[in-house]
């Protein structure tokens, strides 16, 4: 498996909805393993196919919840449902997100608290995961990317400013811009 470079804000496959996979085979077998070498590498806890340049409908994820259950998998062609999400202003703390497509940047975003994931696993086997609280965040998250929603598309109006001076100072918003987990050390 290798390490991918992660497209940074700007690059068209970051900001165009993916396509559904119908080639269960190697080469799925092998960007999705990749897909899971870079996200260990930047590190993250979600990555989307977008995010190294690949316009698929695939995610994958690896967090270990407070009870220390690891939630770990690829969800190929997902669907998504959630609940509400709560009115009010997102806490700086606990609803900060981060994304490996904007390195080094967190802003506070509001999400809903439950999610309903449904997908397809390497082998073709549909599965479902009722998630909540970070779980559900990322899943919201990993699912915007495969619609060409990035995280800070979805932040309240008084963060436009913040958000496009970060962009400005690290040269980002233009195509064909990416970074190197392992290798290179993005700071937003």
């Known amino acids: 498996m290798a ?3 992660i497209r940074i804000t700007g690059d068209p496959v970051l900001h165009t909805a993916a396509s559904v996979v119908s080639d269960f085979d190697e080469t799925l077998v092998t960007l999705v393993g990749d897909m899971f070498d870079t996200m260990a590498a930047a590190p993250g806890v979600g990555l989307a196919a977008p995010q190294v340049g690949v316009p698929l409908r695939i995610f994958v994820f690896n967090w270990t919840d407070d009870d220390g259950v690891l939630w770990r998998g690829a969800a190929i062609n997902p669907e998504l449902w959630i609940t509400t999400t709560p009115t009010g202003e997102a806490d700086e703390e606990s609803e900060s997100e981060g994304c490996l497509s904007l390195p080094g940047e967190r802003f506070p975003l509001r999400r809903a608290d439950r999610a309903i994931l449904t997908a397809t696993d390497l082998d073709g086997n549909p599965f479902e995961i009722e998630a909540s609280g970070w779980l559900a965040r990322i899943f919201q998250h990993e699912f915007d990317h495969l619609n060409g929603v990035l995280y800070v598309d979805r932040l309240e109006h008084d963060y436009e400013k913040s958000v496009a001076k970060a962009i400005r100072k690290g040269g980002w918003g233009v ?6 987990p392992g290798v290179d050390h993005p700071e937003g």
């Open 3 to 5: 390490v991918l470079p």
């Open 175 to 180: 195509p064909d811009q990416s970074w190197m």
